[in-house]
């Protein structure tokens, strides 16, 4: 059975920094590409970050410099530091795990809010 979970969310105020944690078990997650999406209340669902089994990173506009996304393959756990956070970072997380070889398989996470107000 795969299980996706995210942790580490909650309520910031601007320009804290949180950690967000995705622990996954019943996948190869060294095999998997890891994302990191976000879901503002009345928006669409947005990719924040990602990495490669090869550890290559890539970021949107709106978080680079400021969010990093690493990988604990032995833990096979995702990471997202989260740094100097805005208001406009206020959205559910969710964790994404991605596997492009054949079979293609994709599974998701429940979401972990974050809210950063003052």
């Known amino acids: 059975q795969v299980q996706i979970v995210e942790s580490g969310g909650g309520l910031v105020q601007p320009g804290d920094s949180l950690r967000l944690s995705c622990t996954t078990s019943?996948?190869?997650?060294?095999?998997?590409?890891m994302y990191w999406y976000r879901q503002a209340s009345g928006e669409q669902r947005e990719l924040v970050a990602s990495i490669t089994r090869d550890d290559t990173t890539a970021y949107a506009d709106s978080v680079k410099g400021r969010f990093t996304i690493s990988r604990e393959n032995a833990k096979n756990t995702l990471y997202l530091q989260m740094n100097n956070l805005k208001p406009e970072d206020t959205a559910v997380y969710y964790c994404?795990?991605?596997?492009?070889?054949?079979?293609?398989?994709?599974?998701w996470g429940q979401g972990t809010q974050v809210t950063v107000s003052l």
């Open positions: 994404n795990a991605f596997r492009s070889l054949s079979p293609r398989l994709e599974y």
């Open positions: 019943g996948i190869i997650f060294r095999f998997y590409t």
